[in-house]
């Protein structure tokens, strides 16, 4: 279903993306991982519109995307979350939602017809998908800020499980969390896959990882050194090495 061809990402001197080739088939959940700056989140934003290729091709669904912008390859189907927080604090958990939807359905804000009935779907669509994610509904006219991490994370896989998505990018999203919370996140991603979405997920939680991958793909200097079931992977002699040139693999991040 998404397929990188060559892809490369170079910033001046430095190959951030060095001919990346790999693919996600439907409904597989691929692990992207690597040291520190191997490229990972040069990665997402290559494939989700938010930085444009030096070369290469990216195919989703049959579909050439790798010139489209991020609005398009939203449209077709490839939503992501940010390494960093991207919500809006100061705004409620369900606003934060409602503009996630206002942005996939851009009929809502101009229709003045439809927009009425558009709002009260969308508040719908939005308590559905807090349920699903797991945030109490009491939280839905809270502020963002006084959710806790882990909500936030969760919140921020709701936002882009809007208008459903065949295919999501996660980045990191788990940081944070603490052990139990990040047990329980690992049921969400779970209900995810058995939704039918694909996931690509950027994570340094091995553990995490390998209970919810079919795959992995390594990073190392922005090239890919294994792409392979979790268990072969993490005993994969190249794999090891990369992480223990940079640091042990426990603590291998970024
Ligand atoms: N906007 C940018 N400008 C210049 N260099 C960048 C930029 N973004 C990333 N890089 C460089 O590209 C490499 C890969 O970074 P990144 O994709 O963030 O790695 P990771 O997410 O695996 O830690 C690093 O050497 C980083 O310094
Ligand atoms: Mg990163």
């Known amino acids: 279903m998404l397929e990188l061809t060559d892809v490369s990402k170079h910033y001046g001197g430095i190959k951030a993306v060095d001919k990346v080739s790999f693919k996600v088939y439907p409904n597989e959940v691929v692990g992207l ?40 390859i939203a449209r ?32 809502s ?17 939005s308590l559905e998908l807090l349920e699903f994610v797991g945030i109490d509904s009491a939280y839905a006219d ?7 991490t882990a909500d936030q994370r969760r919140l921020m896989v709701a936002m882009a ?8 990018l996660l980045d990191e999203p788990s940081a944070g969390m603490i052990v ?7 049921h ?3 209900k995810i896959k058995n939704r039918g979405i694909s996931i690509l997920i950027v994570e340094h939680h091995m553990r995490l990882l ?12 922005g090239k890919v050194i294994a792409d392979d079931k979790p268990e072969i992977v993490q005993r994969d002699p190249v794999v090891v090495e990369a992480y223990l040139g940079r640091g042990s693999a426990a603590h291998a991040h970024g």
């Open 142 to 148: 809270r502020s963002v800020s006084e959710l806790s």
């Open 109 to 125: 804000l101009f229709n003045v017809t439809t927009r009425k009935q558009s709002q009260l779907n969308i508040e719908h669509k």
């Open 210 to 221: 390998s209970k919810i991958c079919d795959r992995m793909v390594v990073l190392n200097f």
């Open 180 to 186: 139990g919370e990040r047990d329980d996140f690992q």
């Open 76 to 107: 077709a189907g490839i939503r992501r979350t940010f390494q960093t927080t991207s919500l809006f604090k100061d705004c409620t958990v369900l606003e934060n939602l409602s503009i996630a939807s206002h942005l996939e359905d851009k009929r």
């Open 33 to 72: 991982i690597g040291p520190n700056g191997s490229g990972k989140t040069t990665m997402m934003d290559l494939i989700s519109g938010h930085t444009p290729l030096t070369s290469g091709h990216i195919v989703f669904n049959g579909q050439d995307i790798t010139r489209h912008n991020a609005t398009k």
């Open 188 to 190: 969400l991603l779970l």
């Open 161 to 168: 499980m809007v208008g459903d998505p065949a295919f999501i």
